[in-house]
């Protein structure tokens, strides 16, 4: 009798998770012998950790155990971490075990982008898990606690440096407007003591983005305390200093890294031809030369044709790849050797900017304030109903639209 092939999926983010979830719709697990490898027992939303990271939503809002979502009698999982690929052995070390494949997904995420910025790494907080958030959080109400009690005002503990005014940069920049009024109110501090300050390298906020959403996102912000410093590049990090590259000097005990990402150093090191940690997949989205590793999410480079740029690794496209590797997974394990080509399909970009503010471009429609933030928490319920349906988008969705 033959033996099951196997199917690893490394990694519970979007990519993994949703193809996880449509395998098992799929009742591939009858054919196979699939795996879920993830570091913690909880998948999380990554587009929604800027909310917990300044305060304004719990970070449990934003996680759910695996095992409520995805059928563990179907689907095994492990919990354990990723420390290397063996792809010519076709084994995946991880720190507690090992296993062997037949067929490996990656979906290991990304790691923050630094671009080689001396003290970035030991000096600056990232916005990148459940756990750096609650992080960002406590010591954000720690400066307000500290700078409350002290005779001799420090006024680097409210100077807050967001560095990036990407999609992160900007919409934890919006929380933070919503956040810092309840905490001065609650540490009795003069909100005009409190600075939030943006700093971009790029000759613009929002980098692609429509140039009047940009405007009115700016304007927002700034209508709320933010100040910008566009076009400026960051030279260093210190302890409680960033330098720009201009010759500034800003005093900060808060300074958040959100310049960009790249893909995760486990595939650089597992032998992949890689830009910044991510693979320029074949159409059918696996690795060049293996046709027996799919990789999607912020592992994955796809080329956007019109352009000839990559498409920038979004939610949306990771969760479009899961249902394309998912198909492509089904149909390997029939013996069949058509797959289907992953096309994505961007049906519209919405940024937040705290509160009921967001602006977006849904097909070629500019839209702006409450109606773009309602869009905005439609699209989080969307995720939410494709991967648990209605009974996980009550019990974890954004239901208050307006």
Same mark, same amino acid.
């Given at each position: 009798m033959n033996r099951k092939p196997k199917i690893v999926i490394?990694?519970?983010?979007?990519?993994? @998770? @949703?193809?996880?979830?449509?395998?098992k719709k799929a009742n591939a697990h009858q054919d196979a012998d699939i795996t879920l490898v993830n570091k913690h027992n909880y998948h999380y939303q990554t587009t929604w950790l800027h909310e917990p990271a300044a305060g304004t939503l719990h970070h449990d809002r934003t996680r759910m155990k695996i095992d409520s979502v995805i059928d563990t009698?179907?689907? #095994?999982?492990i919990k354990d971490a990723v420390v290397k690929i063996n792809?010519? /052995?076709?084994?995946?070390?991880?720190?507690?075990?090992?296993? $062997?494949? !037949?067929?490996?997904?990656?979906g290991l995420g990304s790691e923050p982008e630094t671009f080689g910025i001396p003290g970035v790494k030991e000096h600056a907080f990232s916005i990148r898990s459940v756990n750096s958030v +609650?992080?960002?959080?406590?010591h954000i109400e720690y400066m307000f606690a500290n700078y409350n009690k002290q005779e001799e005002k420090q006024e680097d503990l409210l100077t807050f440096v967001v560095?990036?005014?990407?999609?992160?940069?900007?919409?934890?920049?919006?929380?933070?407007?919503? +956040?810092?009024?309840?905490?001065?109110?609650?540490?009795?501090? $003069? +909100? %005009?003591k409190v600075k939030i300050i943006s700093v971009e390298a790029a000759p613009t906020a929002l980098p692609g983005f429509d140039e009047e959403l940009v405007e009115y996102a700016m304007n927002h912000l700034e209508s709320k305390g933010? #100040?910008?410093k566009i076009n400026t590049p960051i030279k260093e990090v210190q302890d409680g200093v960033v330098l720009l590259a201009d010759g500034t000097e800003i005093k900060s005990q808060t300074i958040v890294w959100t310049t960009g990402i790249r893909g995760s150093s486990i595939v650089d090191d597992a032998g992949f031809e890689t830009m910044r940690g991510r693979v320029k997949v074949e159409k059918d989205l696996r690795a060049p030369g293996h046709d027996d590793v799919f990789i999607i999410g912020d592992c994955a480079l796809i080329i956007n044709e019109e352009i000839n740029r990559p498409y920038p690794p979004t939610a949306q496209i990771a969760i479009q790849q899961a249902y394309t590797c998912a198909k492509?997974?089904?149909?390997?394990?029939?013996?069949?050797?058509?797959?289907? /080509?992953?096309?994505? !399909?961007?049906?519209?970009?919405?940024?937040?900017?705290?509160? %009921? /503010?967001?602006?977006?471009?849904?097909g070629d429609k500019k839209i702006y304030g409450h109606s773009a933030s309602a869009v905005k928490k439609l699209i989080d319920n969307r995720y939410l109903y494709m991967l648990g349906g209605m009974p996980l988008v009550l019990k974890k969705g954004k239901l208050n639209l307006f």
């Open positions: 490394l990694g519970a983010g979007y990519g993994g @998770m @949703m193809t996880a979830s449509r395998l009698n179907k689907i #095994q999982f792809k010519e /052995e076709k084994k995946v070390v991880l720190e507690k075990s090992e296993l $062997d494949y !037949d067929y490996l997904v990656i +609650r992080l960002i959080r406590e560095a990036g005014a990407g999609f992160t940069g900007i919409e934890f920049v919006g929380e933070l407007t919503e +956040r810092i009024p309840e905490l001065c109110e609650e540490y009795d501090i $003069d +909100r %005009k933010v #100040q910008f492509n997974l089904k149909a390997l394990v029939a013996g069949k050797t058509e797959l289907e /080509e992953f096309k994505p !399909d961007i049906k519209g970009t919405v940024a937040s900017l705290g509160g %009921k /503010e967001a602006i977006g471009l849904v």
